[in-house]
């Protein structure tokens, strides 16, 4: 066995050892407790990083003409002092976490040519609530009078066209939509909820115009109660009080171009204090005759009907006492009709469904709308009614079944007004 002495080199090479292996272990020491410090800081982190990336990619589908190429600039038409272009917000986790909601108005494909039936409050709306909130100017000469209102609820029976007409303010006025959901400001660390209720508000401040679009608000806003849990009243106290902050002016004395836009079918289950800050409230109640008409009309533009046996009138009739939503849903299945025939006919013939030509479908007819599992029951109680007094559609009195067939929609009306 060969004696070797240890010398100097040997050392030497002893200590660098030493001393990587030091080093190495206090790198993956200090390593490991920052990312375990950084988890325990921000359980979330991987999460808000996500939303951040996501919202910058929601946001940049915002840029619109109101922004300029260059940062704050004033509108010489009114004096109005722009924002930030929206490349350049700079937004919080939170911030980034309700940002996620925001739509494009371009990206609705909603306007007011497409509602049917509630032509007066479509006006009314414009006239009150889009001109004040787009164009501040025009009602300079009273601003704290005409200036738009802080909250608009939009109530009544369930499909009657209120989230459909919220949809189409946001699209009309041009101004960004922020489509607030309950499970957005519902968080599992305490406290969390009400900086998201925070970050509602400032980021609809750095985006304004903006619309804080909540559908069933009767469920997120309602009626406080003693044996309410603590969070969801900090929430509802914390979203009041950022409310009615934004009445207040900015630093060139404008007052916020913000609005909360709530919809509800359910308004008695709305608390008092919410509702007094919604000071425009518009019914959207069950339609009347002349309103089913132009509902029809708009849904059945593109469809194609028999023009010899087809009476748009005597739907608009039987429909009495039902939605425009259950209107359009009859209309669907009515239109199903004549292509289950179509093809029906084809497989009966055994012709290959690949060679069929979709032209050769007949049009609808009145007759499609009835006689079915699937049509509504009110529909078809209406159909029954009719058809007792007249044996052809067209030989109908319009006054005296309207007065029939429309009571339990008026019943409807009355209570949701």
């Known amino acids: 066995m060969v004696d070797r002495r240890r010398t100097g080199a040997d050392y030497i090479w002893d200590v660098l050892l030493i001393i990587g292996t030091a080093g190495a272990a206090w790198f993956l020491t200090k390593n490991v407790l920052s990312t375990l410090q950084s988890t325990l800081a921000d359980p979330d982190k991987e999460k808000h990083e996500q939303a951040r990336i996501k919202a910058k990619a929601n946001l940049s589908r915002l840029r619109k003409a109101r922004y300029y190429d260059e ?25 980034n976490l309700v940002a996620l909601e925001v739509v494009a108005p371009e990206d609705i494909p909603v306007g007011f040519d497409d509602i049917g039936g509630l032509e007066d409050i479509i006006e009314e ?85 903006a619309i804080i679009f909540i559908d069933e608000i009767d469920a997120v806003l309602g009626t406080r109660r003693s044996g309410e849990h603590e969070a969801s009243g900090m929430v509802k106290a914390e979203f009041m009080t950022l409310w009615d902050g934004l009445t207040s002016a900015n630093m060139h004395g404008l ?16 608390d008092e204090a919410i509702l007094r800050r919604m000071p425009k409230k518009f019914p959207v109640s069950l339609p009347d005759k002349s309103q089913r008409l132009r509902i029809l009309q708009l849904i059945l533009k593109d469809t194609k009907t028999d023009p010899n046996k087809f009476n748009i009138d005597y739907v608009a009739r ?70 007792s007094s007249s044996d052809e559609y067209e030989d109908i009195d319009d006054e005296e079944f309207a007065a029939e067939t429309s009571a339990a929609g008026v019943k409807d009306d009355e209570q949701a007004a």
């Open 71 to 95: 940062g704050d600039e004033e509108d010489a038409a009114t004096g109005e002092q722009r924002g930030p272009r929206i490349e350049d917000l700079v937004l919080n986790e939170y911030e």
């Open 125 to 209: 709306v414009k006239e009150s609530v889009i001109y004040p909130l787009t164009m501040p100017h025009l009602y300079s000469h009273a601003a704290p009078l005409l200036a738009a209102p802080s909250g608009v609820l939009l109530y009544g029976p369930p499909g009657c066209g209120k989230t459909m007409l919220a949809k189409a303010v946001a699209h009309e006025s041009g101004a960004s939509f922020i489509n607030l959901h309950i499970s957005t400001l519902t968080e599992k660390w305490y406290g969390d909820s009400n900086k998201l209720v925070r970050a509602v508000f400032s980021l609809a401040r750095k985006l304004q115009p």
């Open 318 to 387: 039987v429909t009495a006492g039902m939605s425009g939503s259950d209107i359009k849903e009859a209309c669907r299945d009515a239109a199903m009709v004549p292509v289950r025939e179509f093809i029906r006919e084809h497989k009966a013939r055994g012709s290959s469904m690949s060679s069929i030509d979709p032209s050769m479908v007949r049009g609808m007819r009145t007759e499609d709308f009835f006689g079915r599992k699937g049509a509504g029951q009110i529909l078809m109680d209406n159909h029954a009614r009719a058809k």
């Open 255 to 270: 007052p916020a171009r913000i609005m909360v836009l709530g919809a509800t079918n359910r308004i008695n289950d709305i």
